[in-house]
């Protein structure tokens, strides 16, 4: 049987694939666990959805078996998310911290989500 692969090429492949400068451009992501304080209906969803095009992030929200993102604010409302309900939070974009700060406040009901 014929060798598949010549060794003597492997090398200079090797080498010419180390030349090529490659560049990370994958965005921070990060996951919380969070219990609601307060419910989210539609003026929190909305407010969540401001928040991530403010911050340039990703957010979606998992409760149970059901997923929402920011993409659709009817994904957030149908999480039906009462007080004292656990939830998972991920953010995903450069100002992650900025986002989970202001996404923790609409989720724990301190801040007016009229503005």
Do not use: W
Request: aromatic fraction near 4%; charged fraction near 25%; hydrophobic fraction near 35%.
């Amino acid at each position: 049987m014929k060798r598949a692969y010549n060794f003597k090429n492997r090398n200079h492949k090797i080498a010419a694939c180390a030349e090529v400068p490659t560049k990370a451009t994958r965005a921070k992501e990060v996951s919380f666990i969070m219990v609601a304080k307060g419910v989210l209906g539609f003026r929190e969803s909305a407010h969540i959805i401001k928040v991530g095009e403010e911050t340039g992030c990703a957010i979606s929200i998992a409760s149970g078996k059901k997923h929402g993102t920011t993409k659709s604010i009817l994904s957030l409302v149908n999480l039906t998310i009462q007080p004292g309900k656990s939830l998972v939070l991920n953010i995903k974009g450069e100002r992650n911290e900025e986002a989970f700060r202001e996404v923790s406040k609409i989720i724990s009901g301190e801040t007016d989500s009229n503005s």
